[in-house]
């Protein structure tokens, strides 16, 4: 996550909840950080006036102040006028979701009884985690059912119904992330490339069903044009989404505020009003 925010200025100060204000001022005026730690790494101004804060994390969030002065003079009487203005920003660290996949396929199959049924759902599995484990995805929560379908002029077929879900967080997946706690631009190009080389597996299967077979058609095979996929975005613990607060970043992750928390990797912050910190992931 790397939230920076560029905020012009001759002098500033932060507001915090629960905390007191603090400021730190050189010889032109310019704030720098706390009066205990001056030289913070992640504040920097700039000669022209311009602060930066970068590497933005949760615990930055909040209330800040930015007040600046300057000087009006008549040109008739030379009387100089100092002239104050103050702006507030409320600044938020978010971050993007973690994206994974819901997955649906359906296979044709003699019997709804027996154990080929469950033979195909086991192998399948075992073929697409091979496939994506190198981009350290895997497939977690499959399940099927089998039912008895009319096929329009036709008679009933049974067919596998098969769900599942292909996550980005296969065990080892830190490994992607360049010993950064933040990675999930990683991680989400990971499992676009999951997604693809998953969804060309069953295009694949219907060329060859298609194709490599003449009028003999297996009993169990995938049912052409039935594959579906759908997004599913997941907040971080401590970042929810909330479009009404947050309309111009509607699908961010943004970190929750005061008297909210978010546990798990839920998309909503939670109310709790005993929560007085930004990015809570409990309720004391």
Request: hydrophobic share 35%; glycine share 4%.
């Amino acid at each position: 996550m790397l939230v920076w925010a560029l905020l012009s200025a001759v002098l500033w100060s932060v507001a915090r909840v629960g905390a007191l204000r603090s400021s730190l001022f050189s010889k032109k005026g310019f704030v720098y950080g706390s009066i205990e730690n001056p030289e913070n790494g992640q504040i920097n101004l700039t000669k022209e006036g311009a602060l930066i804060v970068k590497d933005f994390m949760e615990s930055l969030s909040g209330l800040y102040t930015c007040t600046l002065s300057y000087k009006t003079i008549k040109a008739e009487t030379q009387e100089e006028t100092t002239i104050k203005k103050r702006y507030d920003f409320l600044i938020f660290a978010y971050r993007e979701p973690d994206y994974s996949y819901h997955m649906a396929v359906r296979f044709t199959t003699k019997s709804c009884v027996g154990r080929y049924n469950d033979l195909l759902f086991r192998v399948l599995k075992k073929i697409l985690d091979n496939l994506i484990s190198d981009l350290l995805c895997h497939v977690i929560e499959p399940s099927y059912k089998c039912h008895s379908v009319k096929i329009p002029e036709s008679d009933f077929v049974n067919e596998l119904f098969i769900a599942f879900q292909v996550n980005p967080f296969a065990p080892g997946w830190k490994s992607v992330c360049n010993d950064s706690i933040d990675c999930e631009d990683a991680t989400n190009r990971n499992i676009l490339e999951a997604r693809d080389r998953i969804e060309e597996f069953f295009r694949s299967q219907a060329y060859i069903l298609y194709h490599h077979f003449n009028k003999t058609i297996p009993a169990m095979h995938f049912v052409d044009h039935s594959f579906q996929v759908v997004r599913i975005d997941n907040c971080r613990p401590g970042f929810g989404k909330n479009e009404g607060l947050h309309s111009n970043c509607a699908s961010c992750c943004v970190v929750c505020s005061p008297g909210t928390f978010s546990p798990d990797a839920d998309v909503t912050c939670q109310i709790c009003v005993s929560v007085h910190t930004y990015g809570a992931k409990a309720c004391p």
